[in-house]
């Protein structure tokens, strides 16, 4: 594995074996020292197109843990605001001498087109780009719904699957390049996938996708899911009429209190409720399932450090040598 | 006999029994026995064209040659270099230029400029709309009655969206027996559009151009051309659907013609998956299915001509991300040989077939009266020779056009011009270019 860049050509066996070396890189975070020396005198490039706290400081947290040096580099206020193209800035980096780049961008397809060009040598690692894909969003939650599904069937999770788990992927489908991230990933790992949304936010051609599609989400939690994945409303994506309202869109297809309550009433105990953040609260999902126990809204954040230094160390390192080794 | 007398030996034309050629003075002298006999009596420079393919020079509806404005894309001079090379006597040049192709000036001056690289035909095309704006009609008079004779017109990049300025459009041409060339795009439906819209776009993840978006603005198209009895053109047609609604018409009588580009013939949206921008263009590659419906349209005359859509680019609009790259591809000097691998190599036309569709229906739809003729004594002497038995590998870097965005680099295809004559001048000998016709000056 050269670069990480999708999780359509990422191999049940690659999967895996990052979810595996992530549990490792979770045990650091809880030690006293959360610090490894695996990529000691290696310089990380955040290379950010588009705007990203969250993501950004995760795989700064992630490098940092690992020993790297980190350079964050933000689009806004750069040269590249200036003109400057992907091209030039990527040669720049080459003669910075960046072992990685994580990049995120708005353009759909950018990451790919770095990774196939000669402008750069260092692998690159897809932090999110366009409505296209973000595989370490969906390797931290397949991190996160493997621990929980471990915990349902009681085994060990490491070196398992999500055989048998359903898990429902509800909301702005169209945008998300997390849904599509996690479609593949999930699939891939054996789990059984539906998408749940507005007609209007379903892509044209995603009848083929190797899941079920559902216009209802009643019906979808009616019929039993392990794990609700909420969706970002991405209002700033949407130039069109993709629904009549906010209020109408709650009603249908928010994970609101009363659906809570459905899920409460009904025992099921095993389900959880994922969003990848930010949520828009009283939109898509109601303080009251963001903040219930289903949630695992904060366990992805903490997980997705330890799913990033996996993706770095694998990456930066090979399989030179267990990361954590003692 | 002068020095302007060319004796070519041994070509088939239109691919039927080897005949010889006698060309004087840029007319076709003689053909067969008796071309050799005047021949041998004035000394012309004797060709020999055994094993090549003889066929009108062929013309072009569709060419992006960028001047004025965008020199650092494409000139006239290098455009036309590459349209000799690849064959063509004969290329529209589309109005999307800076300043638009809109007045009687412009116009005349992307005529003069062919005039004097002197390497084909330049055929202005006019915009429909001033500054391409879809607002008001350009002086469509004023260009047509201009010394560049302007016949076609199109807003080509841009769909003439108003159906009210496009039936006034389609009537007022009518005065002048010209055609307006639609680039059929909805605009609402393709807002932000990068490819087309289906199965791919879903997994990218890049905006989708749905294939509705071209057919339901024909489908009003041929109604409103219908309706006033006026020419339509369909600009490079990229759908089944396209085909069906073009056909229907067609047996309705409406006057409407299409184009079909090269690329559409071969390339699919399969290769977006790359994300590499030489294959972005508009309107974008689309399915299998398209591609097999495009070619049996061709085939059956539903689409008239081939266009190529030559349209060439700075490296730096293409070498980015797929999202800021330019739409376009360059054309010219691969569309032979696309045609060939496409269409008569899998049977589906005939060399014969092949002249009508590249050279004589389009320069019927533009009203050219040198071009698309038959080859016989009298005629003026616009012809391509083709050695259809050759193969190349597309080299960017080798082409007469400054555009390095093939979609077909490294691609091994077959046919190779060999020579082009233009006006009874070679233009292009043994493959490489040779001198344009020189000017007279009378520009």
């Known amino acids: ?326 | 006999m002068s020095n302007t007398s060319y004796l070519i030996r041994g070509a088939r034309p239109l691919g039927a029994a080897p005949a010889d050629l006698l060309i004087v003075d840029g007319l076709i002298a003689a053909l067969g026995a008796e071309a050799a006999a005047h021949a041998a009596a004035g000394g012309a420079t004797v060709i020999d064209a055994r094993g090549q393919i003889m066929l009108p020079g062929m013309v072009d509806l569709h060419t992006h040659l960028r001047e004025p404005g965008r020199e650092d894309a494409e000139t006239v001079e290098t455009g036309t270099r590459a349209a000799a090379k690849g064959g063509f006597t004969a290329v529209h040049a589309m109005a999307n230029s800076n300043p638009v192709a809109d007045t009687a000036g412009v116009v005349e001056q992307v005529w003069s400029l062919g005039k004097r690289s002197g390497w084909v035909d330049v055929r202005p095309v006019g915009a429909v709309t001033v500054g391409l704006a879809g607002e008001r009609l350009s002086e469509l008079g004023a260009m047509a009655d201009s010394r560049a004779r302007v016949r076609v017109f199109s807003d080509d990049g841009i769909c003439v969206h108003d159906p009210v300025l496009m039936r006034r459009a389609l009537e007022y041409v009518k005065a002048f027996d010209g055609v307006i060339a639609q680039h059929a795009q909805e605009p609402r439906l393709t807002e932000d559009a990068q490819m087309n819209e289906g199965e791919v776009s879903a997994v990218l993840g890049l905006v989708g151009w749905p294939a509705v978006a071209e057919e339901a603005i024909i489908a009003r198209d041929v109604l409103l051309a219908q309706h006033v009895d006026s020419r339509l053109h369909i600009c490079h047609v990229s759908t089944a659907g396209s085909v069906d609604i073009i056909r229907w018409a067609k047996e309705r009588g409406i006057k409407v013609t299409a184009e079909v580009t090269p690329h559409h013939l071969l390339l699919t949206e399969e290769l977006v998956r790359s994300y590499d921008p030489v294959y972005k263009v508009n309107p974008p590659l689309r399915r299998e299915a398209d591609v097999m419906a495009l070619r049996a349209a061709l085939a059956d005359g539903t689409i008239d001509v081939i266009g190529t859509d030559h349209a060439p680019h700075p490296s730096e609009a293409k070498e980015c991300e797929w999202a800021q790259a330019a739409m376009g591809m360059t054309g010219l000097e691969t569309a032979l040989s696309v045609v060939q691998h496409t269409m008569i190599e899998t049977g589906m036309i005939s060399w014969a077939d092949f002249a009508r569709i590249t050279s004589t229906t389009p320069a019927a739809i533009g009203l050219l009266a040198d071009q698309g003729r038959p080859i016989a004594v009298g005629e003026p002497a616009n012809l391509v020779f083709v050695d259809a038995d050759a193969r190349w590998i597309v080299d960017p870097y080798a082409m007469a056009t400054k555009g390095r965005n093939s979609p077909f680099k490294g691609l091994e295809l077959p046919g190779k011009v060999v020579s082009t004559f233009f006006h009874g001048h070679p233009t292009v000998l043994d493959g490489e270019l040779n001198t344009p016709v020189p000017t007279n000056g009378d520009l």
């Open chain 1, 1 to 326: 594995m050269k670069h990480l860049l999708s999780t359509l050509d990422l191999s049940r066996a690659d999967a895996i074996r990052i979810l595996d070396i992530a549990e490792e890189m979770a045990a650091v975070g809880h030690r006293e020292v959360k610090k490894l020396p695996a990529l000691r005198g290696r310089t990380v490039v955040n290379l950010f197109f588009e705007d990203s706290t969250r993501t950004r400081i995760s795989f700064e947290a992630a490098a940092k843990r690992l020993s790297a040096d980190v350079i964050n580099f933000a689009a806004k206020g750069s040269s590249v605001s200036k003109g400057e193209s992907l091209k030039d800035t990527a040669q720049t980096l080459e003669a910075i001498g960046a072992d990685a780049v994580v990049i995120r961008h708005w353009a759909s397809g950018a990451p790919a087109r770095l990774a196939a060009t000669d402008w750069i040598d260092a692998p690159v690692i897809n932090a999110g780009d366009g409505t296209h894909e973000h595989p370490t969003q969906a390797l931290l939650d397949a991190f996160t719904l493997r621990t929980h599904w471990a915990k349902v069937r009681g085994i060990q999770s490491s070196g398992t699957d999500l055989t048998g788990m359903r898990v429902s992927i509800v909301g702005d489908i169209l945008h998300s390049r997390v849904a599509r991230s996690n479609l593949w990933l999930l699939r891939t790992l054996g789990a059984e996938v539906t998408m749940v949304a507005p007609p209007t936010l379903l892509p044209v051609g995603s009848g083929s996708w190797p899941c079920k599609i559902s216009y209802d989400l009643d019906a979808t939690l009616a019929a039993g899911t392990d794990a609700v994945m909420m969706l970002r409303v991405q209002g700033e994506r949407m130039h069109a009429a993709f629904f009549p309202n906010a209020r109408e869109y709650s009603r249908r297809w928010g994970f609101d209190d009363a659906r809570l309550a459905t899920l409460d009433a009904a025992d099921s105990a095993a389900t959880i409720i994922m969003h990848p953040g930010p949520m828009n609260r009283g939109l898509e999902i109601s303080s009251g399932a963001a903040d219930s126990p289903r949630s695992t809204v904060l366990a992805q954040v903490s997980n997705g450090v330890a799913v990033r230094m996996a993706v770095l160390y694998l990456l930066l390192s090979g399989d030179q040598q267990r990361p954590a080794g003692n």
